[in-house]
């Protein structure tokens, strides 16, 4: 049985940092790519990015280049998602999503976790 465990959402104020934990279990996720996605009420899912596990290549979407970090631990089949200089904007639930292929399209991706709020207050 896969499963994507995120973990490390909080509240924040802006301008400060959260990492959350992307825990993957019960299967080979070697040639897969590992996303990021976030979601607001009434609002699309949204990329934020990804790496692929095999060779740690990331791809980042505007609004959070140069602010987000993803990074992984292949021993313990762990993705992190560092993020620094929070803004209000960066309030959502966020996912973690595995999928075969890096791309911003969530439907490309076969498995999700539960999702984590981050909340970025004023």
Do not use: H
């Amino acid at each position: 049985q896969v499963q994507l465990v995120e973990s490390g959402g909080g509240l924040v104020q802006a301008g400060g940092s959260l990492t959350l934990s992307c825990s993957a279990s019960g299967r080979t996720f070697s040639s897969f790519a590992m996303a990021w996605f976030r979601q607001t009420p009434g609002k699309e899912r949204e990329f934020a990015g990804a790496i692929t596990w095999s060779i740690g290549y990331t791809k980042y979407a505007d609004s959070v280049k140069g602010r987000f970090t993803i990074s992984r631990d292949t021993a313990k089949s762990t993705v992190y998602l560092q993020m620094n200089n929070l803004k209000p904007e960066d309030t959502a639930i966020y996912y973690c999503a595995a999928g075969p292929v890096l791309v911003n399209a969530p439907g490309a991706y076969n498995y999700w976790g539960q999702g984590t709020q981050v909340t970025v207050s004023s």
